[in-house]
């Protein structure tokens, strides 16, 4: 069983900046994607960004692009959203998610993912 933990959730003003913090307990973490997605009140859980194994890869939505970073660091079975100047649009629950690496993973889709944190809030003020 794989458990993600989010942290770095808060308040902050437009403009301001978080970083979000996933822990991943799980050996093989390098073998994970990890995403990140976000759900607003009464709105769909939406894709926010991913990475894949080393880092090689990532992908952000549009919605974010330059705005919002993903990273990771396996030796520390962590992996990071950074969110620059954020919008009251931004403001939604934050969840981290994992799947372990095949070929033809979607990985914008939240039915890929096998495994989910319990998500953390971020709330933009005007």
Known sequence: Q??????????????????????????????????????????????????????????TADSVKGRFTISRDNAKNTVYLQMNSLKPDDTAIYYCAAVEFRGGIRVTSSAAYDYWGQGTQVTVSS
Do not use: D, H, K
């Open 2 to 59: 794989v458990q993600l933990v989010e942290s770095g959730g808060g308040l902050v003003q437009a403009g301001g900046s978080l970083r979000l913090a996933c822990a991943v307990s799980r050996r093989t973490f390098s073998n994970y994607v990890m995403g990140w997605f976000r759900q607003a009140p009464g709105m769909e859980r939406e894709f926010v960004a991913s990475i894949i194994l080393s880092a090689s890869s990532t992908y």
